[in-house]
């Protein structure tokens, strides 16, 4: 029997193989219960930007909201980070890797403030 995490890595893993068969820089995109990640990886498998609700500053602007990084607002803000962070890096152009996690909720939030933002996906 498949757990609930290995079937979501199963989904995950054809993402993974058409995004470095095209050889683009990933947004990858994690969450948990209680925080979301998103890292920005090469084709070559290095960290170029990273964001996530566990970063201080982040913290610090969610602190006095309910839920802190469990929600939408929270990945919203992650999105719009991480995009920031990519513009200064010099990167407009990514592949979107949801990791086997729905397009839906959190995880969409997170997407679309990083479009918004000015990443291109």
């Known amino acids: 029997m498949m757990d609930k995490k290995e079937s979501r890595l199963r989904r995950g893993r054809q993402t993974r193989a058409k995004i470095a068969e095209l050889k683009v820089n990933r947004l990858s995109v994690h969450r948990t219960n209680l925080h979301i990640y998103a890292n920005l990886i090469s084709p070559d498998a290095k960290i170029l930007v990273s964001a996530s609700t566990a ?11 309910s839920g802190k990084g469990g929600n939408a607002a929270a990945a919203a803000l992650v999105g719009k980070r991480v995009a920031e962070k990519a513009l200064k890096a010099g990167i407009t152009e990514v592949a ?26």
Not at 55 to 65: M, N, S
Not at 105 to 120: D, N, P, S
């Open 96 to 121: 979107f890797d949801r990791s086997g996690f729905r397009y839906h909720g959190r995880v969409k939030a997170l997407a679309e403030a990083a479009r918004e933002a000015g990443l291109k996906f």
């Open 55 to 65: 970063e201080a500053e982040v913290r610090a602007e969610l602190a006095g909201k």
